[in-house]
């Protein structure tokens, strides 16, 4: 069992920005991917960014492209999610996840965080 924690999330104006963490209650699979999704009210949870969990293979939305970035710190199990540029679109509950592989289907990754809030006003 792996246990999930992500913190980080708040209130930002647009344009602002915000780093949100994941930490990992021990060390995963060396193949485990993790992901950030997002899941807005009314919107079905969607992939914004995923890695390996030794920090290869970086994936993006293509919403968030050039705005965040996900990267991670082995040495503590913990993984980032740095948002620049903010919008009031990615106004969303943030999820953290791993599995064993990098999809953006949720059902197929096996640990959830409880979730951070991330609102961008206008």
């Known amino acids: 069992q792996v246990q999930l924690v992500e913190s980080g999330g708040g209130l930002v104006q647009a344009g602002g920005s915000l780093r949100l963490s994941c930490a990992a209650s021990r060390r995963t699979f060396g193949n485990f991917f993790v992901a950030w999704f997002r899941q807005a009210p009314g919107k079905e949870r969607e992939l914004v960014a995923s890695i390996s969990w030794s920090g290869n293979s970086p994936n993006y939305a293509d919403s968030v492209k050039g705005r965040f970035t996900i990267s991670g710190d082995n040495s503590k199990n913990t993984v980032y999610l740095q948002m620049n540029s903010l919008k009031p679109e990615d106004t969303a509950v943030y999820y953290c996840?791993?599995?064993?592989?990098?999809?953006?289907?949720?059902?197929?990754?096996?640990?959830w965080g409880q979730g951070t809030q991330v609102t961008v006003s206008s």
């Open positions: 996840t791993t599995g064993p592989i990098a999809t953006r289907l949720a059902h197929l990754y096996n640990y």
